[in-house]
């Protein structure tokens, strides 16, 4: 027991960095601890906050007395509430934001154990989706809760309903009583992991280079010391072999893990490897899970039942008690990243920061290390440990790059090349399967005017409609906005007959192989395919089951699959993504392809990828067919290094958003100039610009970029505008510290 402390410095909850202090009544003494929520004043208003630290003397002089402890218990433990009030000063939101992020809103509420309320459409897609145009400048609030409620299949969650939306419970309310939702009681089946059988396995006998990462990870779990180790292989040397044997290590000394997977190799494949080796000492969270389901691991996790958690990027957050290890698997996938809301954290990061708290290790792997991990590696912040050969003995697949340009003039469709469909037809002559991969930014099909080259657009958002021909209808990706039939007159300059599809879809590449091989059997998985709960899982068993013959998808099926009897990988538009104006678009193709080199040849027979593209001898396809990734490092870090681009820096983008342009872009301004003011002329403000999706539900998007010296001066200085610069109401300003994208 430590002695009563007269003093605590309190965070308030709309705060970033600061504390003030505040005294411990006497009747509060011994009651008020670490992340307690107390009631404040200040400056004679009551204001809640979080007890950040006890202390034995104040900073100032007058200090007023705690006003009341409002829930004696904190929420989080002592090492989750340090997490949350970094997060709030490195993201740049207050802390109350980052709160809400750190706990399930089941966990949050008092969730009424086993039953809850369940929220359905009362009337048509298309008449709600009418009446959520009509609301949209009247009461958004109620627009938002239409948006969510026209992309679900059959209904949702109150509670899940209100946590996407945003809002509170009176919008739904209000669409109630006017007879366009309708809410019911339902009773959850809970528990993600029955009726999955599965099979032991036990420890494989470690290759030497995965007995050498694994001894480095295991002495600092032993000495309970944060490291971070970059686990650098390609798919197939064995990482996860090496993250279940220090899983293991880890609870032998009686501590908990956490591992990091990209939702989308949170498959049941993954989950089959942990679970075959630590029965039920696991717990899996995805953002699929129920209400209910995330409500119970959460609370399984805190009393210690399970010590293994497995999950996306929130289950950083998980409350495992005694904190051994914490894996990123992956660590590169964007997916990591937090961009839509606030705080705009990397879970990798994250993740980092966690073990720091807790005192230990941390495991960073992937085939393709991001430039900052990889960065960090090479000046050693991290220590590095190499994989360099495939564990499971299957050969690195053979890459080609097939020149589209030559194949184009030779006569080709455009779509496949010749060599690719000889590739495809002699594999299915032997009963090998293929997969064909499409890039995300080139699989829309989009209807042009043929004489003004206009392309078909969507009234509220600053993108084209996509075409999807099973419904025969022109769809907007961004708000869910449909046009069916196709005009058949131009929108732009009104000549009829002149429409044409362009571009090639996933739908598109299907029917070319059906017209192509008539006995070819394919499998679809794409945003259309996949709308349902278990419908992506479903297609790939079906698939590994060897149901058909070809997979076709889009970024979806790139990561993470094992499929022993695929030999041949085409990638049939490479090009895509280095196209975008971004400094990142050279790591994102050199990843992709990577990824998708690593679904080729993972059995006993050799694999092989052939890479389509119109710029054979761009150099990070170069490179990537090579697949020498220090070749690749050593070039692109010089790039970055020049030009000042992160790692080197830290950079922000900041959001603004509205109805009205005008508006938006004078704020915009506005606010640019004041942190102008407030930065050193180290940091590098750019000018506003229009985001690379402009508009999006009738509302304006304008950011601009903002670089400098890594640190908290540029978070500093954006509490310190967020008190003084008066946003005016209808704009919205975000903060994305660190993004993805600079472009979207
Ligand atoms: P990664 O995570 O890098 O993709 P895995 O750990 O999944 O690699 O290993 C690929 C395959 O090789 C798996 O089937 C795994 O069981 C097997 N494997 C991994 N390490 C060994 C080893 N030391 N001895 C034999 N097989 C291994
Ligand atoms: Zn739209």
């Known amino acids: 027991m430590t002695l009563p402390s007269a003093y605590a410095s309190v965070i308030l909850e709309l705060a970033i960095h600061k504390t003030l202090d505040y005294r411990i009544p006497d009747a509060l003494q011994g009651m008020v601890c670490r992340g307690s929520r107390v009631m404040v004043p200040v400056r004679g208003t009551p204001r809640v906050g979080y007890v950040f630290e006890l202390k034995d003397k104040a900073e100032v002089s007058r200090v007023m007395p705690i006003s009341e402890l409002l829930s004696p218990e904190p929420l989080l433990t002592p090492e989750l509430f ?5 997060m709030a000063s490195y993201y740049c939101t207050p802390l109350a934001t980052v709160l809400k992020t750190l706990l399930p809103s089941s966990v949050r509420g008092k969730a009424k154990e086993k039953q809850q309320l369940y929220v359905m459409r009362a009337k048509t ?23 969510v409620m026209l992309q679900v299949r059959r209904g949702m969650l109150l509670t899940e309903l209100l946590e996407e939306a945003e809002t509170s419970q009176a919008p739904i309310d209000a669409l109630v009583k006017k007879g366009l939702l309708a809410i019911d009681i339902v009773r959850i089946d809970r528990s993600p992991l029955v009726n999955e059988d599965y099979i032991k396995t036990k420890p494989k006998r470690l290759s030497p280079d995965q007995q050498a990462a694994h001894d480095k990870i295991v ?4 000495d309970k010391r944060f490291e971070v180790h970059l686990l650098h292989g390609v798919t197939g040397s064995g990482k996860t072999e090496v993250y279940l044997q220090a899983i293991e290590k880890a609870l032998d000394k009686g501590l908990g893990s956490i591992v990091l997977v990209p939702e989308i190799a949170l498959t049941a494949q993954t989950i089959e490897r942990f679970r075959s080796r630590f029965d039920d000492d696991i717990a899996v969270l995805h953002h699929r899970l129920s209400h209910g389901e995330r409500h119970d691991e959460w609370h399984r996790i805190q009393r210690g039942e ?14 495992v008690p005694k904190l051994g290890l914490v894996i990123v698997d992956e660590e590169h996938e964007n997916s990591y990243k937090q961009s839509e809301l606030t705080p705009s954290y990397h879970a990798r990061d994250v993740a980092v920061m966690r073990g720091k708290i807790s005192n230990c290790p941390v495991i960073l792997g992937s085939a393709t290390p991001s430039l900052e991990s990889y960065h960090n590696a090479v000046t050693g912040k991290y220590t590095l440990s190499v994989l360099h050969s495939r564990a499971d003995a299957a050969a690195i697949p053979k890459i080609t790059v097939v020149n589209m340009a030559a194949d184009r003039e030779r006569g080709g469709g455009g779509t496949f090349s010749q060599a690719l469909l000889d590739g495809i037809a002699q594999r299915h002559k032997v009963g090998e399967q293929v997969i064909l991969f499409l890039n995300r930014r080139g699989y829309h099909t989009t209807l042009l005017c043929q004489v003004c080259s206009s392309v078909v657009e969507c009234p509220h958002c600053d993108v084209a409609l996509t075409f999807h021909k099973d419904e025969r209808t022109l769809c907007c990706h961004l708000c869910g906005h449909t046009v069916s039939p196709p005009p058949s007159l131009c929108p732009t300059c009104r000549k009829a007959n002149t429409m044409k ?18 006995d070819i059997r394919t499998i679809r998985v794409d945003a259309d395919t996949t709308k349902h709960k278990g419908s992506h899982q479903k297609l790939l068993r079906e698939f590994g089951s060897g149901k058909a013959d ?13 499929f022993p009897q695929v030999t041949l990988v085409g990638v049939l538009n490479s090009d895509g993504a280095l196209n975008i104006p971004d400094f990142r678009a ?13 679904r080729s040849g993972r059995g006993a027979i050799a694999g092989e990828v052939m890479i389509q593209t119109m710029m054979p001898d761009n150099r990070v396809i170069q490179l990537a067919s090579q697949q020498d990734y220090n070749a690749f490092f050593a070039e692109e870090i010089e790039v970055r290094k020049l030009f000042g681009y992160p790692p080197f820096t830290q950079m922000a983008k900041v959001l603004f958003t509205g109805a009205t342009e005008a508006l938006v872009a004078q704020e915009a301004e506005r606010y640019r100039q004041q942190l102008v003011a407030l930065l050193p002329s180290t940091f590098e403000v750019n ?7 402009a508009k999006i539900k009738d509302q304006f998007r304008l950011q601009f970029l903002v670089r400098g010296p890594k640190g908290f001066v540029l978070s500093r200085a954006i509490e310190e505008l967020r008190k003084q610069h008066q946003t005016v109401k209808e704009v919205r300003v975000s903060v994305d510290i660190n993004p993805i994208s600079t472009y979207f």
């Open 306 to 319: 399970a010590s293994i958690v497995i999950g996306a990027r929130s289950a950083i957050f998980c409350p």
């Open 501 to 518: 599809f362009r571009g090639v879809g996933t739908q598109q590449v299907e029917k070319a192989i059906h017209a192509i091989f008539p």
């Open 687 to 693: 000018p506003v610009l229009p985001a690379g999706y």
């Open 219 to 222: 002495q600092a779990i032993e």
């Open 550 to 562: 070809v997979l076709i998808g889009t970024q979806m099926i790139a990561k993470g699959l094992h």
């Open 82 to 86: 340090e997490l949350a009030v970094w």
């Open 586 to 598: 050279s790591e994102t193709v050199f990843q992709l392809i990577t990824q998708v080199a690593g």
């Open 125 to 147: 897609r298309d008449q709600l989706a009418d009446i959520c145009r009509q609301l949209r400048a009247k009461s958004p609030a109620q627009a938002s809760v239409l948006d």
